[in-house]
């Protein structure tokens, strides 16, 4: 059973702070990666995809990919009250039909 | 004005009862899922579809059936054998040979 993890928190950061979100896949040929914000009641939006080995910005955001560690990270610099939500690691299947998705990491942040 | 709608937004059925959940989507995606989450846990994979009348049964399809009619739309219908049917449900796509999936606003199901 391919398997995606992460700490579920809650991680609590000050406004301002850099939020280190982290997740380990199990699936050594996967290639695709996905980090998902869900606010509570809501259903999932995608904020960052990351294909290769390194570092991928947009924005606060930056995803970092490390393959040979079965490794994925998501760094929310300068964050705010407004990214208060759980992020969910999501990474493709070899078949490439569908995604795996981690149970999630909630993020507080505090004013 | 493109994107994915989920029909209804709360539903409450009684035990015993089968329920059909809408999503239609705009975004000429081929490919669409339907996802089930509970409380504190990921997103588990009830059924995909990558063309129109074809889908594959993902990792908890039992108690659940599909159709794929049209490209827009894919309904999930709930039925009486599935043991625990309360849950947020939501239905995503995507573009054929694309991972990146978009979610709908999800279908809130209550049965007692």
């Known amino acids: 059973q391919k398997e995606v993890e992460q700490n579920s928190g809650p991680l609590s950061v000050p406004e301002g702070a850099i939020a280190s979100l982290n997740c380990t896949y199990s699936d050594r040929g996967s290639q695709s990666f996905f980090w998902y914000r869900q606010y509570s009641g809501k259903s999932p939006e995608l904020i960052m995809f990351?294909?290769?080995?390194g570092d991928k910005e947009d924005g606060r955001f930056t995803a970092q990919l490390n393959k040979a560690s079965q490794y994925v990270s998501l760094l929310i610099r300068d964050s705010q009250p407004s990214d208060s939500a759980t992020y969910l690691c999501?990474?493709?299947?070899?078949?490439?039909?569908?995604?795996?998705f981690g149970k999630g990491t909630t993020l507080s942040v505090s004013s | 004005d493109g994107g994915i709608t989920q029909s209804p937004k709360y539903l409450f059925r009684k035990e015993g009862q089968n329920v059909t959940l809408s999503c239609e989507q705009n975004l000429n995606h081929d490919a669409m899922y339907w996802y089930r989450q509970d409380p504190g846990q990921g997103l588990r994979l009830i059924y995909y579809?990558?063309?129109?009348?074809?889908?594959q049964k993902g990792d908890i399809a039992e108690g659940y059936s599909v159709s794929r009619e049209k490209k827009e739309s894919f309904p999930l219908t709930v039925t009486s054998a599935q043991k625990n049917p309360t849950a947020f449900y939501l239905c995503?796509?995507?573009?054929?040979?694309?991972?990146?999936?978009?979610f709908g606003p999800g279908t809130r199901l209550t049965v007692t």
């Open positions: 995503a796509s995507s573009l054929p040979g694309s991972y990146e999936q978009y």
């Open positions: 990351i294909y290769s080995n």
């Open positions: 579809s990558q063309i129109v009348n074809d889908f």
């Open positions: 999501a990474v493709g299947n070899q078949a490439g039909t569908a995604l795996i």
